[in-house]
């Protein structure tokens, strides 16, 4: 079974437009969550959310954790073409990571 | 400063062969893990070493191994390779188990 959940799996959007993608999870005994950024092949990081840290921004980034519904979202605004990629979950457990199959944006001019 | 840097970029081996794909470390960071991505699904995760002690194993089979060397790099070797192992093998390394990972560029193992 699926412990992380992304959606949509992908989406067409325009520069300028604004995004959110979701995340929801099923772990035991949740330490973090992290979103990634994959254009070619290594993941690049972008924030952790845990317990302690609900709620980040950078830029035109922000992500909320939401720990009663189990689920995260990754907001982007004024989206440029560069905005391209996708965007990976990832749930730290304990000792393992489970990353989502991801959400692909695709940002047209 | 140099990122997480693995080796080799590329690999194409036989069915039944055995493989050692390795990874340095950013510098300072003792924490590395493991992960193999399939063509349009995100990372497995296979391990995670922090002071050369391995500290998390995901779901792969026992011909899946790693090690961390005193000076923090790794190797993940697969013995007995499979077709439904190729895959790009990702390395990423971390200041410690619960901090944010960085990611190298990966390997692309092609199993023939």
């Known amino acids: 079974e699926d412990k992380v959940v992304q959606s949509p799996l992908s989406l067409v959007v325009h520069e300028g437009d604004t995004v959110t993608l979701n995340c929801s999870y099923e772990?035991?005994?949740?330490?973090?969550l992290l979103w990634y950024k994959q254009e070619k092949k290594a993941p690049t990081f972008l924030f952790m959310l845990?317990?302690?840290?609900i709620e980040k921004k950078s830029g035109r980034l922000s992500s909320i954790l939401d720990k009663k519904e189990l689920s995260s979202i990754l907001n982007i605004t004024a989206t440029q073409t560069g905005d391209s990629a996708i965007y990976l979950c990832?749930?730290?457990?304990?000792?393992?990571?489970?990353f989502g199959s991801g959400t692909k944006l695709n940002v047209k001019p | 400063d140099a990122g997480v840097t693995q080796s080799p970029t590329h690999l194409i081996k036989t069915r039944g062969q055995h493989v050692t794909l390795r990874c340095s470390p950013i510098?300072?960071?003792?924490?590395v893990s493991w992960y193999q991505q399939v063509l349009g699904q995100g990372p497995q995760f296979i391990f995670q070493?922090?002071?050369?002690?391995?500290?998390g194993r995901g779901n792969f089979p026992d011909r899946f191994s790693a090690r961390q060397f005193p000076n923090y790099s790794s190797e993940l070797n697969v013995n007995a390779l499979l077709l439904g192992d190729s895959a790009l093998y990702l390395c990423?390394?971390?200041?410690?188990?619960?901090?944010?990972?960085?990611f190298g560029s990966g390997t692309r193992l092609t199993v023939v």
């Open positions: 990832a749930v730290a457990e304990f000792n393992k990571f489970y």
């Open positions: 990423a390394s971390s200041l410690d188990p619960g901090a944010g990972y960085t």
């Open positions: 772990v035991t005994n949740f330490r973090s």
């Open positions: 510098s300072g960071h003792k924490s």
């Open positions: 070493y922090y002071e050369k002690e391995e500290r």
């Open positions: 845990t317990s302690s840290g």
